[in-house]
């Protein structure tokens, strides 16, 4: 499973790097440092998009590392195929979910005035101070989407890894709390 979970985490970061580096390459190769506001909220959902499954892959990769070493005899029961690919998916998908509701709530925004951003990928929040819209819903949603969608999994990671460490410490040989420390 950890190799499984390994895969997908080497994916989103090929992918990461694939969002924002070809606007990155075409803003200093010539001088073109101009971007749609549909190609904003492409550039935005993807980052974003990748951005939170990562935080739910690590989650499920600190799971999979709780139940090894926590739950030894009960973790090729626990974390199947199965389990373990609803894992990836599941964060996958809770990914592209939580940035798709938050783009939605982006799309009508209406700009008057200057419309730069000196930046060299897309960011929300100075996208949405250039806005002469009213912004607090989306600021809210945003708010309570970096709440929802980022807390649990930063949670269960935390949780995991005091649950490993103090059963790591409660090993008695040194060569074996070395051995299981190595794995994380």
């Not at 599941?90 to 000196?118: K, Q, Y």
């Not at 060299?120 to 945003?142: A, G, M, Q, R, W």
Request: net charge neutral; hydrophobic share 45%; with cysteine.
């Amino acid at each position: 499973p950890m190799y499984f979970l390994l895969g997908n985490l080497s994916c989103l970061e090929t992918c990461y790097t694939s969002t924002v580096l070809p606007r990155m390459l075409v803003s200093l190769l010539t001088s073109g440092k101009t971007i749609s506001f549909s190609g904003f909220l492409s550039q935005l959902y993807f980052f974003d998009s990748l951005a939170c499954t990562e935080c739910y892959l690590l989650a499920a990769m600190s799971y999979d590392r709780y139940l090894a070493i926590c739950k030894p005899l009960h973790f090729s029961t626990l974390m199947n195929n199965s389990f373990c690919l609803q894992l990836a998916a599941g964060s996958w998908l809770n990914g592209c979910l939580a940035t798709a509701i938050f783009i939605l709530f982006m799309s009508p925004l209406i700009f008057c005035a200057v419309n730069e951003i000196d930046h060299f990928y897309c960011e929300s929040i100075p996208l949405i101070k250039l806005s002469c819209s009213d912004t607090h819903l989306i600021i809210l949603v945003d708010f309570i989407l970096a709440c929802v969608f980022t807390l649990p999994p930063f949670l269960l990671t935390l949780t995991s890894y005091v649950c490993v460490i103090t059963t790591i410490l409660g090993i008695p040989s040194t060569t074996r709390r070395q051995k299981a420390f190595s794995t994380c």
